[in-house]
């Protein structure tokens, strides 16, 4: 035996596990595979004195249409800015137990569901939402988000459900700040900075209906109390004419005359 043939009969078997691990790690995406368009970085993270590394994943100009499902497990820095975006799925960056920074401005998001963000509540520091088309969000969207949220830029519609989703983050007096009001539930607060809307809007819409109730019941009365009256004076005028008409007749009337007018009465 050949000092080639003792090394060849050790690695084969080394050689064909090794074969097989290349072959599930292209079989199988791992986890910090980048998603198609995005380019992934891996940097150094400083966090409460333990040294660890973080993952950049860059997907910024990448004409995306929707947010890619196969985000690395270990992405710390997720940048999908200037995409084409409409929607934030519930639950989408669930698994993302690490991430710090979302980058969404410059897409066409136009809602938030209450399980948008759900997940990263904890861990996130900074979202960026803005430059998109949010009109409205869930009353829940923001709840329990520790971010620093930046809002600018959307055509937000100022009703109840945004005064609750924005009490919801009540830390976050820069982002709130900042929501200019598109449209409103109150025609005067229109293009006004949501801040400087010092009306209950949910107390509004309860006290319109409320008020619309009123005017209804009201409305209803009205015509029955009308028409009682209507039908009263009617009476009364029919049964004044009947008893001047009696009365202008002559002392002794016809029988069948007197029928008739009974009759007419009743
Ligand atoms: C991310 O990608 C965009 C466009 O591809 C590029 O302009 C930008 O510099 C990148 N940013 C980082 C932090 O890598
Ligand atoms: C998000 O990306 C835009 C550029 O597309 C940039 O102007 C903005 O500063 C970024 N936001 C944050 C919080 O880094």
Same mark, same amino acid.
Request: proline share 3%.
């Given at each position: 035996m050949t000092l080639l043939?003792?090394? !060849?009969?050790?690695s084969l078997p080394m050689w064909l596990l090794l074969q097989s691990l290349v072959l599930m790690a292209l079989c199988f995406p791992s986890a910090s595979m980048c998603p198609k368009g995005c380019v992934c970085q891996r940097f150094d993270l400083h966090? !409460?004195? @333990?040294h660890h590394q973080g993952l950049n994943v860059n997907c910024s100009q990448s004409r995306l249409k929707e947010i890619p499902g196969d985000l690395p497990v270990d992405t710390v820095v997720l940048r999908?800015?200037?995409?084409?975006?409409?929607?934030?799925?519930?639950r989408i960056?669930?698994?993302l137990a690490l991430l710090r920074e979302l980058n969404l401005s410059y897409n066409a998001v136009e809602?938030?569901?209450e399980g948008a963000f759900s997940g990263v509540e904890a861990t996130l520091q900074a979202l960026d939402l803005s430059h998109n088309r949010i009109a409205s969000v869930h009353k829940d969207a923001f709840a329990r988000l520790k971010a620093r949220v930046v809002v600018d830029d959307n055509p937000w519609h100022c009703d109840c459900a945004l005064q609750q989703a924005i009490g919801g983050?009540?830390?976050?007096? #820069?982002?709130?700040?900042?929501? @200019?009001?598109?449209?409103?539930?109150? =025609?005067d607060q229109e293009g006004r900075p949501f801040l400087a809307v010092d009306t209950d809007l949910c107390n509004l819409a309860k006290r319109t209906t409320d008020y619309a109730m009123l005017v209804t019941m009201f409305g209803w009365f009205a015509m029955v109390i009308s028409y009682v009256v209507y039908y009263v004076r009617q009476?009364?005028?029919?049964? +004044? +004419?009947? @008893? #001047?008409? =009696?009365?202008? =007749?002559?002392?002794?009337p016809k029988k069948p005359d007197e029928a008739d007018d009974i009759s007419t009465v009743v």
């Open positions: 043939d003792v090394w !060849l009969s050790r966090h !409460l004195h @333990l999908l800015d200037r995409n084409h975006i409409a929607a934030v799925p519930d960056f669930r698994g809602t938030l569901g983050m009540a830390h976050n007096h #820069e982002a709130a700040a900042r929501v @200019l009001c598109r449209s409103s539930e109150l =025609l009476n009364q005028e029919d049964a +004044r +004419r009947h @008893l #001047e008409y =009696l009365k202008s =007749l002559p002392s002794k």
